[in-house]
């Protein structure tokens, strides 16, 4: 992903994540922070999927729309804040493809991946290596993505 993929990208966003929008600002700061951890996915017609992830800390999911400021170092997570491809590209591998490429970068930076799964992804994160770490006092940020949101981790080799 470069600076000028990020019209294309909130064009995606915005068709994938109805019930979620984020401002611009949220993908352009992320992108800023931490390049390495954004991709975009070229269709025919251009962008039809991104990714957005960096370096974070454990069981602090940011609240959706919010900027980060800065990165932590070390960190203690690797945090995957999006992942969206179009409907038409979807179930063609794209998301398989660059989890394993993401997954192989978040190695050299955490010990393990993790996630808010929302909008019925949950057999998705499953299927890529996540379970389901439950924590009681997530359940009221997860409550302000979706009602059935559950933080997932995935432990990584070094
Ligand atoms: C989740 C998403 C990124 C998956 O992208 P994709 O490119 O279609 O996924 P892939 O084709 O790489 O699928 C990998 C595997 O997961 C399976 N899979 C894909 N979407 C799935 C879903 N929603 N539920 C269960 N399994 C799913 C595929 O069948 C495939 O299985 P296989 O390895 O046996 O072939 C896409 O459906 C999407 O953009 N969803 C809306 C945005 C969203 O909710 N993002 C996640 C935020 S937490």
Known sequence: MAPAD????NTVAAQVHLAHP?????????????PAGCSV???????AGYIVSHPWR????????????????????????DIAVLPSARRGGAAAAILATLVRHAATLAD???IVAIGGTLPFWQRQ???????PKLDAKLKSYDADACYMV?????
């Open 129 to 135: 290596g996540f379970v389901i770490a439950r924590d």
């Open 6 to 9: 990020l019209a294309a990208v």
């Open 58 to 81: 454990t069981a602090e999911p940011p609240a959706l729309n919010t900027l980060l400021g800065s990165i932590p170092a070390p960190a203690s997570t690797y945090y995957i804040h």
């Open 22 to 34: 984020e401002d611009a600002a949220v993908f352009a700061e992320r992108l800023a922070l931490h």
């Open 41 to 47: 996915l070229e269709g025919d017609d251009g962008v």
């Open 112 to 114: 393990n991946i993790s």
């Open 154 to 158: 995935r432990k990584l080799d070094r």
